[in-house]
Nanobody, 120 residues
């Protein structure tokens, strides 16, 4: 079994930065492509960006100049930093990704999400 757990959410001042982590644990042989998504109130979940196992990152246009996604394969952890946040960045942030388990199976897993609220 594999678990993904996000952390680092909370209240962020407008113009500030958010920093989130996502730790994967369990029967993991390898983390492949890992994603960050977010879901604002009343809206669909949307992709922020994804990072491949080699570290290559692709960002969606709406965050391209403000977001940084990174990973530490030794710690089975991925990170999201977003700068110059506005109230429109208020959302539940999710990590997800393709995981090769120790049983030799591939599956996509989601974390439960972490709430980020941007407000003064």
């Amino acid at each position: 079994q594999v678990q993904l757990v996000e952390s680092g959410g909370g209240l962020v001042q407008p113009g500030g930065s958010l920093s989130l982590s996502c730790v994967a644990s369990g029967s993991i042989a390898r983390l492949n492509v890992m994603d960050w998504y977010r879901q604002a109130p009343g809206k669909e979940r949307i992709l922020i960006g994804r990072i491949g196992s080699s570290g290559r990152v692709d960002y969606e246009d709406f965050v391209k100049d403000r977001a940084t996604i990174s990973r530490d394969n030794a710690k089975n952890t991925i990170y999201l930093r977003m700068d110059k946040v506005t109230p429109e960045d208020t959302a539940v942030y999710f990590c997800g990704g393709d995981v090769l388990t120790t049983l030799g199976t591939f599956a996509y897993y989601w974390g439960p999400g972490t709430q980020v609220t941007v407000s003064s």
